[in-house]
């Protein structure tokens, strides 16, 4: 007599109990947005009942839009409502290379926003457009601070709580959570949006832009292009709760 296999039905994610969880895509230069969106959840959180919070920024703080000055020094200064983690992305990972002296990836990081994020700091716009690398890599070093340089360097890679695993791109497939290449968790694409498979837990991503909430049942992305469209998007995580704060 054959027997007929059931599935198991998987149980609903969830994070632990008396914590509440709250995470927020790629910023990009938008401290105006950034600031609003802080607001938001600091009022969220306080209608509610107490609570630990979990401000988790899932990377990408620079380049792109006008202030990644601004963005950064007030994640360096996180409320003190929330015990906030903040991730590592890929506009951060080149940033760092480039202060770290490779030439080769100046003229990508210039493309890709460096150009903004260094006004931002207060470098004169014509010597970025005019200036040899040589000169652009010197005025980069004498107006980005060193205390912020040690702070880019020290962002995480990933981080889990309760079944979320929480990375600026992706993962994987494939590979255990545990043991994920930094260069996918922080540039990973078609690979990791394309995948159908539960990775070990619910993936909450930012990176790859989407219109709305990239809502499906192995991964959350949460990038809504904040810097072009003027919505930066938060998942709220309570219990087995999943709801968004946007802008």
């Not at 460096?114 to 207060?122: D, H, I, N, V």
């Not at 922080?186 to 219109?211: C, K, P």
Request: with cysteine; glycine share 10%.
């Amino acid at each position: 007599m054959l027997k007929r296999l059931l599935k198991t039905k998987r149980p609903a994610p969830s994070v632990p109990e008396g914590r509440r969880v709250y995470a927020i895509g790629d910023v990009h230069g938008r401290l105006d947005l950034f600031d609003r969106l802080l607001g938001m959840i600091e009022a969220d959180h306080r209608a509610r009942p107490p609570a630990a919070v979990d401000l988790v920024l899932l990377g990408d703080l620079v380049d792109r839009g006008p202030d990644s000055r601004g963005v950064v020094e007030r994640a360096m200064n996180p409320p003190e409502w929330a015990r906030q983690t903040t991730l590592m992305g890929n506009h951060e990972e080149i940033m760092l290379h480039v202060l770290d002296g490779d030439r080769a990836q100046l003229p990508l990081w210039l493309k890709v926003g460096g150009r903004e994020a260094l006004e931002s700091w207060g470098v004169d716009p014509q010597m970025i457009a005019d200036g040899t690398i040589s000169e652009i890599l010197e005025a980069a070093h004498d107006a980005i601070p060193v205390r912020v340089v040690r702070w880019l360097m020290g962002l995480r890679q990933s981080m889990t709580i309760g079944d979320y695993f929480f990375v600026h791109a992706g993962v994987r497939p494939g590979v255990p959570l545990d043991r994920q290449d930094k260069g996918d968790s922080f540039w990973i694409r078609e690979e990791f949006l394309e995948s159908s498979r539960h990775h070990g837990a619910i993936v909450v991503h930012g990176h790859s832009i989407a219109t709305e909430v990239d809502w499906l049942p192995n991964r959350i992305g949460i990038d809504t292009g904040a810097y072009a469209t003027g919505r930066l998007t938060a998942l709220c995580l309570e219990g087995e709760e999943q709801r968004f704060l946007q802008t």
